[in-house]
């Protein structure tokens, strides 16, 4: 009987030990304009420093959308989309199996990824959208999948359905999953219904009289010169740090505004607004203002 125990523990500690393997996780930083690493995973959280781009970071965990991760000396989260993680696997003995006649872990993932879609997709096929910055397309819809390929700036590209916070589209014959809140839906997206409202509305307009023509003319340029929030809107533009050091990017448009991050040297960002002395400004994941005085319209 005690031998029978004995051999029982022996082939249980030798399964666990075939079955377990350990790994290391690194990752590059995919960001040309570097990535920020922040003290909590939110957009909100404080930053920390920013890294640049190509760095190698050593992955410590996995948290929603965001990793992480340790850099020199410091501790923190960056957004893994930006991150390209790598993973090494120290091999370990094999057990011979016999063949199990069932679907595989990736081809059951796959398949419920199609299940869902099938169910939350809203009907919607839309077409034609331009992009306007590089995104990455994903085998699935998910930040931790594959990268299939990349949807360069100015491309078109073709919504077919979308899922929760993820569109499936279709580049230059790739067929894959970019995230949502790369599209303006309301801006960039035109079905074939509101083609046909468009060009019949089109139609009508041609038997309006000058006096109405120029009442539409006047008061669509009343629109474009609206002020939100004291800060006057203008059309999206290339800028970039022009200082030595950094310079700070401030959440209202005053000195003595709280400060949210700092960009260095020649970082690229978009200008969409402007408020006094002050550009309102977009960089990655964080909109704030910068003194005009530090920008400027090509590197130097």
């Known amino acids: 009987m005690n031998k029978l125990k004995k051999f029982s523990i022996c082939l249980f500690g030798g399964i666990v030990l075939i079955s377990t393997s350990s790994f290391a996780r690194t990752g590059t930083v995919n960001a040309p304009n570097g990535l920020v690493l922040r003290e909590t995973a939110s957009k909100s959280a404080k930053s920390i420093t920013t890294v640049g781009d190509d760095a190698t970071v050593e992955i410590l965990e996995e948290n929603g959308e965001w990793y992480k991760v340790k850099y020199r000396n410091y501790e923190g989260y960056m957004f893994s989309e930006y991150v390209e993680a790598e993973e090494i696997i120290e091999e370990t003995p094999k057990v011979e199996e016999e063949p199990v006649k069932e679907n595989s872990p990736i081809q059951e993932e796959n398949s419920q990824v199609v299940e869902q879609s099938q169910e939350n997709s809203n009907g919607a096929y839309l077409q034609n959208v331009v992009v306007n910055t590089n995104i990455k397309i994903y085998l699935i819809p998910s930040v931790t999948s594959k990268v299939i ?99 700070n990017i401030r959440e209202s448009a005053s000195t003595s505004a709280n400060i949210i991050n700092t960009l260095l040297r020649n970082t690229e960002v978009t200008i969409i607004g402007e408020e006094g002395d002050f550009y309102k400004i977009q960089y990655i994941d964080i909109t704030g203002y910068v003194s005009k005085s530090l920008i400027s319209d090509k590197p130097v």
């Open 149 to 247: 390929a990349n949807a360069e700036q100015n491309k078109t590209i073709t919504i077919n359905y979308e899922v929760g916070d993820w569109l499936n589209i279709t580049y230059e014959g790739t067929t894959g999953w970019i995230r949502k809140y790369y599209i303006n839906t309301q801006s960039q997206i035109t079905n074939n219904n509101e083609d046909e409202q468009s060009q019949n509305t089109g139609n009508n307009n041609l038997n309006t009289n000058n006096s109405e023509e120029e009442n539409k003319t006047q008061e669509q340029n009343n629109s474009n010169q609206q002020v939100q929030n004291n800060t006057t809107l203008i059309e999206n533009k290339k800028g970039y740090i022009n200082v030595s050091t950094s310079a």
